[in-house]
C-alpha cells in the first residue's frame, strides 16, 4: 500500500491524466504519417474561435475590440491571438506558390481554353504596362496574364470581412463589426467539466460593454459547443453520481445501523481503484479519464463482496467471523471467476472499426479488467 500511495503522488504530480476524446481513437501504426496528418487537419478545424464585436458606429466598435482583446489577453492559457495579419497571408501565399499555374477560378479555365493568341499577347501587354496598385505576387515572367493575383482575389470575394485601420470590417444589422480570430489552447474536446472558455468570453464581453455602451459580442466555434456539451455531462454525471452515492449510504446505515461497513467496504473500493489505476498506468503511456471513470464503475461490483460477509456476519458473535468467511468464501470465488472473465472478454475485444493487431489507442482503452 505504501508503494501505491506513493506512485499515486507521482502519477498525479506528472498530470498523466488525459481528458481529449480525441485520444480514444484508434491510431493506424502501419501508416503514422497518414494518423499525424489526419489529427492535425481535426485540430485546425476544431480550435479556431471567432469573436465579432459590434457598435452602432466605427469608433465605438473600435474601442469595444480593442477592451475585448485585452481582456483576452489576460486569458492566454485558454485562448491564443490568430490575428488576421499580413503575415498569415504571406505564409498561405508562399505554401500554394508551388501550384499556382493549376490554381484557377472557372471564369478563368473558360478563357484560357477559348482565348486566342492575339487576346494572351494584349492581356500580357496591360499586365506589363499597367500603373501600379493592385495584388502583386510575383514578376512579369512567371505570371505575365495574371491569374494568380485573380485567383487570390476571388479567394477574397468569399468573405465580407474587409482590412480597416488595421482590423478586419464588416458591417451588418445596422451595426460596424470587428473580427477578431483566436485558437482554443489545447484539445477542443477536453471533458474536464469546467468552463474558462466562456468564462473568458463573459469577461471579455463585460469589458466591451464597458468600454463601449450598447456593443454586442458573438462568438463561434467548435470549441464553444464541446466545452459547453462536457460542462453539461459533467453536471449530469456529478448529479446521478452523487445522488446515487448517498442513496447508497443511506440504505447501508438503515441496514446495518454502523458505519464500520461503511468504511471498511469504501476502503477496500479505494485501494482497489489506486492499485489498478497504478498498473493501467504502468502500462500505458498515460490514463484517459473516461478510463479512470469506467473503471471506477466497474470496480464498484466488488463492494458486494463486503455486504454479503457483513450480512453473514450480523447478529453474530465475532468469533465466529472466520467461520462466516469460510463458508461464502465458495461462492464469492465463483462469483469473482466469471465477473474476471467476463471483464477479461470485454477487455480483447478489439475497438470497432479496426482491425485488432493495426489499431491501438494512445490512451488505455478499455480498461484492464
Not at 478510463?291 to 464498484?300: E, I, P
Not at 463458508?327 to 470485454?346: H, R
Request: charged share 15%; aromatic share 10%.
Amino acid at each position: 500500500m505504501l508503494a501505491v500511495v506513493l506512485h499515486q503522488v507521482q502519477f498525479w504530480r506528472a498530470a498523466r491524466l488525459d481528458t481529449d476524446v480525441l485520444a480514444l481513437l484508434p491510431v493506424d501504426e502501419q501508416a503514422p504519417a497518414v494518423t499525424a496528418a489526419t489529427r492535425a487537419l481535426a485540430e485546425q478545424a476544431t480550435r479556431p474561435v471567432v469573436v465579432l464585436v459590434g457598435a452602432a458606429d466605427w469608433p465605438a466598435a473600435q474601442r469595444a475590440a480593442k477592451a475585448v482583446s485585452a481582456s483576452l489577453d489576460g486569458a492566454r492559457d485558454v485562448l491564443e491571438p490568430g490575428a488576421f495579419d499580413g503575415s498569415r497571408f504571406d505564409a498561405a501565399v508562399e505554401f500554394y506558390r508551388p501550384w499556382r499555374d493549376r490554381l484557377l477560378t472557372a471564369d478563368q479555365r473558360d478563357w484560357l481554353a477559348h482565348a486566342g493568341a492575339d487576346e494572351f499577347g494584349a492581356t500580357a501587354l496591360m499586365q506589363l504596362y499597367q500603373p501600379g496598385g493592385g495584388l502583386h505576387l510575383g514578376d512579369w515572367r512567371s505570371d505575365p496574364l495574371g491569374l494568380w493575383p485573380a485567383w487570390w482575389t476571388a479567394r477574397a470575394a468569399e468573405t465580407r470581412a474587409r482590412p480597416r485601420d488595421g482590423l478586419m470590417w464588416l458591417e451588418g444589422e445596422g451595426r460596424q463589426w470587428v473580427l477578431l480570430g483566436y485558437q482554443r489552447r489545447g484539445s477542443a474536446f477536453a471533458v474536464g467539466g469546467d468552463t474558462p472558455l466562456a468564462d473568458a468570453l463573459d469577461a471579455a464581453r463585460a469589458a466591451a460593454a464597458q468600454a463601449a455602451p450598447g456593443s454586442r459580442l458573438l462568438a463561434a466555434g467548435v470549441p464553444l459547443h464541446a466545452e459547453a456539451a462536457a460542462a453539461r455531462a459533467s453536471f449530469e454525471i456529478n448529479t446521478i453520481g452523487y445522488g446515487s452515492l448517498a442513496a447508497v449510504l443511506l440504505l447501508v446505515w438503515l441496514t446495518f445501523r454502523s458505519l464500520r461497513p461503511i468504511v471498511l467496504v469504501g476502503l477496500s473500493l479505494l485501494i482497489g481503484c489506486a492499485v489498478a489505476l497504478s498498473v493501467t498506468a504502468l502500462l500505458f503511456e498515460r490514463v484517459h479519464l473516461l478510463t479512470l471513470v469506467f473503471g471506477a464503475s466497474l470496480v464498484g461490483v466488488a463492494e458486494d463482496y463486503g455486504f454479503h460477509y457483513f450480512a453473514a456476519r450480523q447478529g453474530r458473535p465475532a468469533e465466529a467471523r472466520w467461520g462466516i468467511l469460510g463458508g461464502l468464501l465458495p461462492g464469492l470465488a465463483l462469483a469473482l471467476l466469471t465477473s474476471t472473465l467476463a471483464y477479461l472478454a470485454l477487455g480483447l475485444a478489439p475497438f470497432p472499426g479496426c482491425a485488432r493487431w493495426r489499431c491501438s489507442p494512445r490512451s488505455a482503452w478499455p480498461p484492464p479488467s
